[in-house]
T-cell receptor, first 113, second 113 residues
C-alpha cells in the first residue's frame, strides 16, 4: 500500500515551458515533503522541500505547492531546461523519531530543446 | 570536502556469496539509511540507523544485514539469502533520525554473475 504516489511515470516538455510533476499521499500525519532529482547511475540530490504548515515554497526556477485538503503536492519548473531531464522523486517525512522518508516511484522528466 | 562515499561503484556477486557494500560519511550525521532502487520501483528502504550500535529494518530487509559500529560508517551485507540482489544500492544520511532531508551517496550497482 503506497503512502506516496507519483502516478505519472514520465513527462515530456519543451525547453522554456513549464514542467509540472505531481505527487499524492495518503497519510495526513506527514510533517514535510521533499523533491529529489536523480540522474542515471547517480544518487538522488535534494531539490526543494515544504513544511506541512505551508502551501508554497519557491527556490529559483523550482516551486512546490502543497494542497493538504487534497493530499496533493506538485513541483513546478519554470522555465524548463534540457539539463532538468532526470527522474524526480517525491518523498514525505515525519518529525516523529525513528521514522524514515517514504519515497514515491518517481517521474522521468524529458525536456527537449 | 564533506559528503557520503560508497564503494565500490560496481560489484559482482557469485551465486551463494555474501558481499558487503561500503558507506562512509563525514557530515557528522546521526542517521544513516540504505535503499535499493529497481526500475519502476523507486527507492525502497532496506535498513536505517538512528545512532551507533542501533538499527531498524526497513520495508525489504530480508536477505540483508547491517552494522553501525562507528558514526561514520554503515556497511550493508547482501547475503546469499537475498534471491534477487541485482539492483542499484543507495546510502543516505541525515542530521537526525525522523526523516529530515537526506543526502545520498553516488550508489553501488550490484550484479550477479
Amino acid at each position: 500500500d503506497q503512502q506516496v504516489k507519483q502516478n505519472s511515470p514520465s513527462l515530456s516538455v519543451q525547453e522554456g515551458r513549464i514542467s509540472i510533476l505531481n505527487c499524492d499521499y495518503t497519510n495526513s500525519m506527514f510533517d514535510y515533503f521533499l523533491w529529489y532529482k536523480k540522474y542515471p547511475a547517480e544518487g538522488p540530490t535534494f531539490l526543494i522541500s515544504i513544511s506541512s504548515i505551508k502551501d508554497k515554497n519557491e527556490d529559483g526556477r523550482f516551486t512546490v505547492f502543497l494542497n493538504k485538503s487534497a493530499k496533493h503536492l506538485s513541483l513546478h519548473i519554470v522555465p524548463s531546461q534540457p539539463g532538468d531531464s532526470a527522474v524526480y522523486f517525491c518523498a514525505a517525512g515525519s518529525n516523529q523519531a525513528g521514522t524514515a522518508l517514504i519515497f514515491g516511484k518517481g517521474t522521468t522528466l524529458s525536456v527537449s530543446s | 570536502d564533506g559528503g557520503i562515499t560508497q564503494s565500490p561503484k560496481y560489484l559482482f556477486r557469485k551465486e551463494g556469496q555474501n558481499v558487503t557494500l561500503s558507506c562512509e560519511q563525514n557530515l557528522n550525521h546521526d542517521a544513516m539509511y540504505w535503499y535499493r532502487q529497481d526500475p519502476g520501483q523507486g527507492l525502497r528502504l532496506i535498513y536505517y540507523s538512528q545512532i551507533v550500535n542501533d538499527f531498524q529494518k526497513g520495508d525489504i530487509a530480508e536477505g540483508y544485514s547491517v552494522s553501525r559500529e562507528k558514526k561514520e560508517s554503515f556497511p550493508l551485507t547482501v547475503t546469499s539469502a537475498q534471491k534477487n540482489p541485482t539492483a542499484f544500492y543507495l546510502c543516505a544520511s541525515s542530521i537526525l533520525a525522523g526523516g529530515e532531508t537526506q543526502y545520498f551517496g553516488p550508489g553501488t550497482r550490484l550484479l550477479v554473475l
